[in-house]
């Protein structure tokens, strides 16, 4: 595929996810009173030519960020908008993007977008933003601010979902040919490490409800085949099943740097050497746990899986540290925020949430030309 097929390749991959969206809150959101433009703006989509996009990200030693960047950037070369950019200095930074939420004002923006550090504390900057008539979208994460008119992000839920699923099998393969003895579970842990930002609660309960979900799958089929070899011993009750799926999981302290990342998963691994899986929720905790694997040379014994793609994590899939990687689609975030920022500029109502979907990279599709693409945007401009 040429570059220019490529692009074109995103840029349907970017409707198809608003087209989703469109039919979920089609189906869903009937009556929300989100997603309209905010008061006194309209117009049309051929007067918007030239407006101002401020886009004010997270963390500015996150590739992530940067493929949003690219997202926008190319949004807004073709809308012809003009585009101001800022990130963060990390995941806690809030007091920067209130300055820069402030600078925009100033500059005239028309559109701010948020990936937002607080859930709250952010609040009076948008409140002044849109004092100034000027529209306000989420990504990734969403504030606790009732005039944000759109939230572009992937589900946590599902990210979560696909992650804990994934800890599961490696558990299951890690019981030898016979597969799983429902007798010894919770003899092997799996430690969660999560950052500190909103998005990691839901990322981790949504992957506890999905890796006990597998695991009773597995106990089910254990009893059933090895019924009358464990004979009564398959009488345990719901609570207990619970209970035991429960002793497997392991959480560490929230961490919001690679570093504090590291540290924390050697402790983990050092109080509770059964661990044979280790889930970071974030492209820092990723990172800072494959950091602590390959330090205390435990590649061969412990796995890790986690979320976003920098080079980094991808070179650790390669070396077999990294068993997988949520990813969320960051260009489209980019890209599509701010299709929807020009369309609340023109007056244009929107979706209120759109879901730019995840997807689950291992070694074995990670060549695959759709992931490829996914993975680096930034080669096909």
Known sequence: MNKKGKKGFLKKLALCAVSMSMLVCSVGCAGNAQGGPPEGRGGTAANTMGAKVAVICKNDTVQFWDDVHKGAEDACDELGLELMYKCASGDNDYASQVGYIKEAIEWGADA????????TELNDAFAEAQEAGIALVNINSKADFDGISAVVRSSDKDGGTIAGKNAAE???????????????????????????AETANERIT???????TEISYAIEDYKSTYAE????TTSRDASETAEMIGSYIIEGERCSGRDTAKEEAMKLMKANPEI??????????????CDAIKEME???????????????????IRQGVLKGI???????????????ARS??????????????????????????IIQLMLNPDKIA
């Open 229 to 232: 070899d464990i004979g009564n």
């Open 276 to 289: 044979k899986v280790l889930y970071g929720t974030n492209t820092n905790t990723t990172l800072g746990i």
């Open 112 to 119: 701010i977008i948020v990936a937002p550090n607080g859930v």
């Open 298 to 316: 435990q590649t061969d014994k412990v796995f890790a899986i986690g979320f976003n793609s920098s080079e980094d994590e991808l070179n650790y």
């Open 206 to 212: 949504a992957f506890k409800e999905s890796f006990g």
């Open 326 to 340: 949520v990813i969320q689609n960051p260009y489209n975030m980019g890209y599509l925020s701010v299709t929807n």
């Open 344 to 369: 609340l500029i023109a007056g244009t109502s929107v979706s209120p949430v759109l879901d730019t979907g995840v997807t689950f990279v291992d070694a074995d599709n990670l060549n695959d030309d």
């Open 170 to 196: 490696i558990l299951l393969q890690k019981n030898g040919e016979e597969g799983f003895d429902f007798r010894t579970a919770g003899t092997q842990k799996i430690g969660i490490i999560g950052h500190t």
